[in-house]
């Protein structure tokens, strides 16, 4: 258990869709970053973010969007879905300072139908 | 564009035996390297990383390799166990970014046989 949870663990909608996946970073962990897998493809890098404010930005479609809340948790809003959507949504914590890998949760698995 | 390529999407070894992933990169600016391993329903978890002015890192059974020239690096793992058996990633940083923004390969799928 690498202490970092992520809600639901999968979900099925219907294309044109809105979803909205739910991380729970570690204690104590002030950056959330959040990856997608797609079918046989790396993990490829949407955003982070740091205690609550936005520090990076990789390839995240404009339909999809993320924030993060007060207490650290951080949701990934997924919009207007495609099947091309449907893949493993991972979120990542990792502690403030050098030198600390990223912990990685179980992970989303959506489908667009 | 691929900036991290595992070419081999799957090894099979005997137990006992040396397995090698390799992992060949594209971009000069990277500075840090990982490999995560990751179980069916599980996320990745860290295996073991290693600097760009390092070219080896060993922790007990797992070592990395790093050819910085040949822009490839290379994870062994003696002797190779069947709780090994799963998807290995290689990642990379990219100067001035943190650890935690990485550029992952596609994955090579490693199955240890008794």
């Known amino acids: 258990d690498s202490g970092v949870t992520q809600t639901p663990k999968h979900l099925i909608t219907a294309t044109g869709q809105r979803v909205t996946l739910r991380c729970s970073p570690r204690s104590g962990d002030l950056s959330v970053y959040w990856y997608q897998q797609s079918l046989d493809q790396g993990l490829q890098f949407l955003i982070q973010y740091y205690n609550g404010e936005e520090r990076a930005k990789g390839n995240i479609l404009e339909r999809f969007s993320a924030q993060q809340f007060p207490d650290l948790h951080s949701e990934l809003n997924l919009s207007s879905l495609e099947l091309g959507d449907s893949a493993l949504y991972f979120c990542?914590?990792?502690?403030?300072?050098?030198?600390?890998?990223?912990?990685f949760g179980q992970g989303t698995r959506l489908t667009v139908v | 564009d691929q900036q991290v390529k595992q070419n081999s999407p799957s090894l099979s070894v005997q137990e006992g035996r040396i397995s090698i992933l390799n992992c060949d990169y594209t971009?000069?600016?990277?500075?840090?390297f990982l490999w995560y391993k990751k179980y069916p329903a599980e996320g990745p978890t860290f295996l073991i990383s290693?600097?760009?002015?390092?070219d080896k890192n060993e922790d007990g059974r797992f070592t990395v390799f790093l050819n910085k020239s040949a822009k490839h690096l290379s994870l062994h793992i003696v002797p190779s166990q069947p709780g090994d058996s799963a998807v290995y990633f290689c990642a990379a940083k990219s100067r001035g970014s943190t650890l935690g923004r990485l550029y992952f390969g596609r994955g090579t799928q490693l199955t240890v046989w008794p």
């Open positions: 971009n000069s600016m990277f500075d840090y």
């Open positions: 290693i600097s760009s002015i390092k």
């Open positions: 990542a914590s990792r502690p403030p300072g050098q030198g600390y890998e990223a912990f």
